[in-house]
T-cell receptor
Framework: RKEVEQDPGPFNVPEGATVAFNCTYSNSASQSFFWYRQDCRKEPKLLMSVYSSGNEDGRFTAQLNRASQYISLLIRDSKLSDSATYLC??????????FGKGTRLSVIA | DVKVTQSSRYLVKRTGEKVFLECVQDMDHENMFWYRQDPGLGLRLIYFSYDVKMKEKGDIPEGYSVSREKKERFSLILESASTNQTSMYLCASNTVAGTLKNRNQPQHFGDGTRLSIL
């Protein structure tokens, strides 16, 4: 399996802050990229796909840098409800998704 | 909405027992997966299946087997449960897309089964 590396954190940020996570992947042929969110003792859920041109969904922005083989997730105006573990996920063709171990975020009041 | 259903949220079994974890998806997905998740180790792929009666080993297949007799159902079997198999088990499914059916779509997960082996 190809590796996906993430900083495990935890990232402790105050409400309203902007926080960014990076994730690096080792296989330059990787085709698709996703961010999943996992709450404590729950299953992972798809947060957003990451497109080559970058994409935004409300307060969340995902970026892809193929040259440096990393993807990023930016969260603006953090809410308490954003506290979770964020999993970076990479896909190569018709093979199982490769998951990073996750970055833990705690948003503090 | 995709629904992936795992038969039990919590399960307690004894060492040496044969344990069955069931997973059913209702979206006619070709692919199904079994993972376990442990603190500090992330999600680790045990087995997966691309079609009925097909199975492929993941990263940690030892001590497990699987069965896919019907497209919607993928079963994980612990042949002789051991304490190091205490974990959270997650089932997932997805479909393929693309012109050549060569691109997996994001996976959808079940709620997970917390299995304790005593």
């Amino acid at each position: 399996r190809k590796e996906v590396e993430q900083d495990p954190g935890p990232f402790n940020v105050p409400e309203g802050a902007t926080v960014a996570f990076n994730c690096t992947y080792s296989n330059s042929a990787s085709q698709s990229f996703f961010w999943y969110r996992q709450d404590c003792r729950k299953e992972p859920k798809l947060l957003m796909s990451v497109y080559s041109s970058g994409n935004e969904d409300g307060r969340f922005t995902a970026q892809l840098n193929r040259a440096s083989q990393y993807i990023s997730l930016l969260i603006r105006d953090s809410k308490l409800s954003d506290s979770a573990t964020y999993l970076c996920v990479v896909l190569l063709g018709n093979t199982p998704l490769v998951f990073g171990k996750g970055t833990r975020l705690s948003v503090i009041a | 909405d995709v629904k992936v259903t795992q038969s039990s949220r919590y399960l307690v079994k004894r060492t040496g027992e044969k344990v069955f974890l069931e997973c059913v998806q209702d979206m006619d997905h070709e692919n199904m997966f079994w993972y376990r998740q442990d603190p500090g180790l992330g999600l680790r792929l045990i087995y997966f299946s691309y079609d009925v009666k097909m199975k492929e080993k993941g990263d940690i297949p030892e001590g497990y087997s699987v069965s896919r007799e019907k497209k919607e159902r993928f079963s994980l079997i612990l042949e002789s449960a051991s304490t190091n198999q205490t974990s959270m088990y997650l089932c997932a499914s997805n479909t393929v897309a693309g012109t050549l059916k060569n691109r997996n779509q994001p996976q959808h997960f079940g709620d997970g089964t917390r299995l304790s082996i005593l």
